[in-house]
């Protein structure tokens, strides 16, 4: 069932959360074997489940009341481990609950587990995972995306109606594409990021995936709002599910031009073009816009979040928490703590910060990477002067094939050049399922201005009732 169905079972008395637990639970069994989209299961999920039975009981009436759901595991859990796909914290288990997950579990939720990422969600995959990669439940043999691979896959296969991840630069709408799922970005500071390990402090975000609009509406009226924990969380109500019956008759949709060239797999640009063709018939004033600006994006991206990815991933040197190498002092130690518990991929990153920040290559690289993340902001709010929502392909083509650029990082990167962009202009971006291409999902990318993130909800339950959520189904594991 979908998560506002089992929300409204539990609050009727027609569905026993415990009953509703203990059946998903049993899915995982039988399917994440083969998947890999948990890291850890939460022992007490049956009793946080009763917990929420007598709170109905007590007659409360809960939004998200007995509605399974998973996290992405740089999100922290009080008393369960949170290794952010990483050796550097395999022990790590912290003493405080990020506010995204408390907030859901208040509303009713209840977390059944932890789920795979790439490591310090850094990549685009989920194979730099330093626990195993996890498999795209459409085709074993391909990807799901990353780095919320394991939270998109979970959704995807039926685990988990709804799962939590983070997107720093498509992090969560990239794998919803590949997943055929729906992945929300929301607006910079709209979703408190209290509690999720760090990885480039000024573009991370943290968002919901799930199976159906309403489900990630719903989820966001208990995500957003202001957070005191959080300076960079903002002061807005949220009104998502309300804003589902909006009327989109009458407006202003763009899709963007550089996003349809070459590079872009033909069955992408035919399911982008079809996306934009079901809203004409909505009556949305559907055109075209230029942003040339974006061709700088990718470059601009990789030397903000890796600059900051440098200075953020300085804590883990084995002298507070996480793993720890001996050595003769303590910058050997150090040395070999860094040199033995991360990755390949997150080593490559801090060195490449670390380098645009050095003296003498400051202002050649990060400097001018932060005005062309200027530019870039400009150029949306230009072209939003015109128009109310803009549309791009969320990745350029369908999921890939398990090995096929892990060895080659720059075709990796190309895998975000659609999503980094409203990460740099802090701008809320849905992923929403619009096709299949040889039984694969592809995914369509709406973008809004900023805190008008409900509007994107709005679009996009009007494309879900015109199309008959044709293009959102639970993936079946009898191809891989």
Not at 11 to 19: T, W
Not at 323 to 329: I, K, P, T, V
Not at 364 to 393: M, N, S, V
Not at 424 to 435: D, V
Request: charge should be neutral; avoid cysteine; charged fraction near 20%.
């Amino acid at each position: 069932m979908d998560a506002i169905r089992i929300a409204e079972g539990v609050n009727a008395g027609r569905l026993d959360p415990v009953a509703v637990v203990t059946e998903h639970l049993a899915r995982i069994e039988s399917q994440d074997g083969r998947i890999h989209a948990f890291l850890a299961l939460n022992p007490r999920a049956e009793e946080e489940a009763r917990a929420v039975a007598e709170r109905v009981s007590a007659g409360e009436r809960l939004p998200l009341a007995g509605v399974p759901f998973a996290v992405k595991d740089n999100l922290a859990t009080r008393g369960l481990a949170t290794t952010a796909g990483s050796k550097i914290l395999a022990d790590f288990v912290p003493p405080y609950t990020a506010t995204a997950v408390a907030r859901l579990r208040a509303a009713g939720a209840v977390l059944l587990g932890k789920t795979n990422l790439d490591e310090f969600a850094m990549g685009s995959s989920t194979e730099h995972s330093a626990f195993g990669p996890t498999k795209n439940p459409w085709d074993l043999a391909r990807v799901p995306g990353g780095s919320s691979g394991g939270s998109a896959a979970a959704v995807a296969a039926g685990m988990v109606p709804l799962a939590l991840g983070s997107d720093t630069g498509g992090s969560i709408r990239q794998p919803a594409a590949y997943t055929g799922t729906l992945g929300f970005k929301p607006t910079y500071g709209r979703v408190s990021r209290y509690g999720l390990i760090a990885y480039a402090s000024s573009l991370d975000t943290v968002g919901p995936i799930a199976r159906s609009v309403a489900d990630l509406a719903a989820a966001m009226d208990v995500l957003a709002g202001y957070d005191p924990k959080d300076a960079t969380s903002l002061e807005a109500e949220a009104g998502f599910r309300a804003a589902l019956n909006r009327p989109v008759q009458g407006l202003r949709v763009a899709l963007i031009r550089e996003t349809l060239g070459p590079g872009t797999d033909p069955a992408v640009r035919e399911a982008t073009l079809r996306f934009a063709g079901v809203l004409e018939d909505l009556g949305v004033e559907m055109g075209e816009v230029g942003l040339p600006e974006l061709d700088y994006a990718l470059a601009a991206y990789y030397l903000v979040a890796t600059s900051e990815a440098s200075s953020n991933l300085a804590r883990y040197d084995g002298t507070l928490y996480g793993m720890r190498s001996a050595g003769a002092d303590l910058i050997a130690a150090m040395k070999a703590t860094r040199a033995r518990f991360l990755g390949q991929e997150v080593k490559r990153r801090i060195f490449m910060g670390t380098f645009a920040l050095s003296s003498g290559y400051y202002q050649a690289y990060y400097g001018r990477a932060l005005k062309a993340r200027g530019a870039i902001a400009r150029a949306f709010e230009r072209a939003f002067a015109d128009h109310d929502l803009l549309i791009t392909p969320t990745a350029p083509t369908p999921a890939f094939r398990l090995g096929e650029k892990v060895t080659d990082p720059l075709s990796m990167y190309l895998t975000d050049v659609n999503t980094v962009a409203a990460n740099l202009a802090g701008l809320p971006a849905l992923s929403i399922p619009a096709g299949f291409a040889d039984g694969l999902p592809l995914g369509v990318q709406l973008i809004a201005p900023a805190m008008q993130d409900e509007r994107l909800l709005a679009v996009a339950a009007a494309f879900e009732r015109a199309t008959g959520g044709s293009y959102q189904r639970v993936a079946s594991l009898d191809r891989g």
